[in-house]
């Protein structure tokens, strides 16, 4: 059994997790690293709290005490205008405070983010290849499929 907790950038606070709940049962994106037979269970889902990120403080707190084997910071963070800066500060401090191994991503990046965002600066300058490059080289047709 894989526990799971999952953080929103804060933007996406409304969002109903359409897409990391198919991704998660799909094993796609992020969660292909998670074979089809292992059960799954989320353990916690909560936004950051908005920019810095002071929820980033707690949450995994909660999430520990449910047992969470790993926390992913969910795609949005990502694919926003521009993408998140503290990705790789989130997940320093969740390792180092907490223990907990964090994943960059859940669900596949929606094809029509990727050729907007190969029009910008923000990936190249935040290093998001070296944050997120299973996702970034994620097979097209599964990213158009998010869209
Ligand atoms: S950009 Fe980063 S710090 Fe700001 S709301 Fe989104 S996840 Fe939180």
């Not at 992913?72 to 503290?86: M, N």
């Not at 907007?116 to 290093?127: A, K, S, V, Y």
Request: net charge negative.
């Amino acid at each position: 059994m894989k526990k799971i907790g999952i953080i929103l950038c804060d933007r996406y606070r409304e969002c109903g997790g359409g897409k990391c709940f198919r991704a998660l049962r799909e094993r796609r994106g992020a969660f292909s690293r998670y074979a089809a037979e292992e059960a799954v269970e989320i353990v916690g889902y909560s936004t950051c709290g908005g920019c810095p990120g002071g929820n980033v403080e707690h949450v995994p707190e909660e999430m520990a005490r449910n047992g969470a084997d790993v926390i992913h910071l969910a795609t949005g963070l990502i694919v926003g205008y521009p993408p998140c800066p503290y990705i790789a500060d989130f997940k320093a401090f969740i390792e180092a405070a907490f223990g907990i191994p964090v994943v960059v991503g859940t669900h596949p990046i929606p094809l029509r983010y990727v050729e907007t965002q190969d029009r910008l600066p923000f990936w190249e300058r935040t290093g998001m290849k070296d944050l997120a490059g299973d996702l970034l080289a994620e097979n097209r047709q599964v990213m158009a499929s998010y869209d």
